[in-house]
């Protein structure tokens, strides 16, 4: 699988605040799907991009996909206490996900 | 439309024991993949299977365990003689294809191993 590197590993905000995670390969990226796991639960997805410089909002989410297909983002903006939880990224195969080590986003109210 | 389910939730070995852990994937999803979650980490890919064929066990450990896609009845992930690193969450997820197109997979609430 390929190999991707998250950004931070930990983020602490308060509501209303501004949130951002990054992730970063080496390589170029097929494709990218973004996940969400709340604390003791299973990861749900949220969405994938496949274009260069693809951008898709939903509602308060925008995520990004670099120009050169090596990078993503995930920006939340004014968070609520409903965004706890861990957001993964996962570049995908036609054969499996690999699963970045995701960060940890706690919304101190 | 039920999601995908999984059997047992939290299961409870002692170290030498065998443990078989069930996924029955969403309704009309014949692509089966487990992954692993150590505490504080994500997920690590183990196999995808199809009907009745693995497709790629490449982060299988090598000795111990074994999954398989019967052409009736669940996915079951089976580990011979747990240790207590085996110790994890197991998350089973299903998909419709993996073809062109948005490739979701739907994942089910886990199975928690504990080995004593």
């Known amino acids: 699988g390929q190999q991707v590197m998250q950004i931070p590993q930990y983020q602490h905000v308060q509501e209303g605040e501004d949130f951002t995670t990054y992730c970063n390969s080496s390589?170029?990226?097929?494709?990218i799907q973004w996940y969400k796991q709340r604390p003791g639960g299973h990861p749900v997805f949220l969405i994938q991009?496949?274009?260069?410089?693809e951008v898709k909002k939903q509602k308060r989410l925008t995520f990004q996909f670099g120009e050169a297909k090596k990078n993503s983002s995930l920006h939340i903006t004014a968070t609520q206490t409903t965004d706890v939880g861990t957001y993964f990224c996962?570049?995908?195969?036609?054969?499996?996900?690999?699963f970045g080590s995701g960060t940890q986003l706690t919304v101190l109210p | 439309n039920a999601g995908v389910m999984q059997n047992p939730r939290h299961l409870v070995r002692r170290r030498g024991q065998e443990a078989r852990l069930r996924c029955s994937p969403m309704?009309?999803?014949?692509?089966v993949y487990w992954y692993r979650q150590l505490p504080e980490e994500g997920l690590k890919f183990m196999v995808y299977?199809?009907?009745?064929?693995?497709?790629?066990e490449s982060g299988m450990p090598k000795e111990r365990f074994s999954a398989e896609f019967p052409k009736e009845g669940p996915s079951i992930l089976r580990i011979q003689q747990v240790v207590r690193g085996d110790s994890a969450a197991y998350f089973c997820a299903s998909s419709l294809t993996t073809g062109t197109g948005v490739n979701e997979q739907f994942f089910g609430p886990g199975t928690r191993l504990t080995v004593l």
């Open positions: 309704k009309g999803h014949s692509h």
């Open positions: 991009l496949v274009k260069s410089g």
């Open positions: 996962a570049p995908g195969s036609a054969r499996q996900l690999t």
């Open positions: 390589t170029t990226l097929s494709n």
């Open positions: 299977l199809q009907k009745e064929n693995i497709i790629d």
